[in-house]
């Protein structure tokens, strides 16, 4: 299974995925960000790699030979707002037979902005915090990666990170996963998704059509 942990800039998604792989040492945590380091080491550097169709072509490559020959799981925390990208990353691996749990990870954008904020000044002191830069550099500003919660696609898996602590975000994915696995080899009895107040799963009527994880 492939577990994918999407959300905006500072959601949690790198915290969430240490605490999944501390709970599965035999997964393989993938960061699909190096792919766009190691292009940037052949093309000139700048701007969003998200934007390159090479760099989304060998996310999914380099996911589907990680996943087939080195793990049974997956770990891949990576931000995904924007629609069309997130459609043929996470169709592309669907389409090659793989089992994909999409996690959106939710935050009010006040809590975002004061975590990258954080960030920013830890490296910076003078910085004036970390939307103006980014932005700049073609980055989705806070607000999109908000707004992007409202149209994930049916199956994804909605978790309030500024609500839930990491443990907590882990116990919502772990349950889910095994509920997937569970309903796609047929077991009866299989265990529900952890109820909380702070998860939901997005319904097949709610956000903008497009493809659903399988």
């Not at 000139?44 to 380099?62: C, I, K, M, N, Y």
């Not at 990870?105 to 990258?116: G, I, N, P, S, T």
């Not at 149209?151 to 994804?156: D, E, V, Y």
């Amino acid at each position: 299974m492939i577990l994918w942990l999407n959300g905006g800039f500072g959601s949690g998604k790198t915290t969430l995925a240490e605490e999944l792989h501390r709970r599965l040492p035999d997964a393989l945590v993938y960061d699909p960000e190096d792919v766009g380091l190691l292009l940037w080491r052949w093309l000139p550097p700048g701007g969003d790699f998200q934007h390159l169709p090479s760099w989304r072509e060998l996310v999914v490559a380099t996911a589907l030979s990680l996943r087939r020959h080195h793990a049974q799981t997956l770990v891949v925390p990576m931000s995904l707002v924007r629609d069309a990208y997130r459609d043929e990353i996470l169709g592309g691996l669907a389409d090659a037979g793989e089992d994909v749990l999409h996690v959106f990870l939710e935050a009010d954008a006040e809590v975002l902005r004061e975590r990258l904020d954080a960030r920013a000044r830890a490296l910076h002191p003078d910085s004036p915090g970390w939307e103006p830069g980014a932005v700049a550099m073609g980055l989705p500003p806070v607000a999109e990666s908000v707004a992007a919660a409202r149209r994930q696609p049916p199956g994804t898996l909605l978790l309030r990170s500024d609500r839930l602590t990491p443990a907590e975000l882990a116990d919502a994915v772990l349950a889910r996963a095994g509920t997937d696995r569970a309903a796609a080899s047929g077991s009866a009895g299989s265990a529900g998704s952890a109820g909380s107040a702070g998860s939901r799963s997005q319904s097949p009527g709610a956000g903008a059509s497009s493809r659903a994880p399988r």
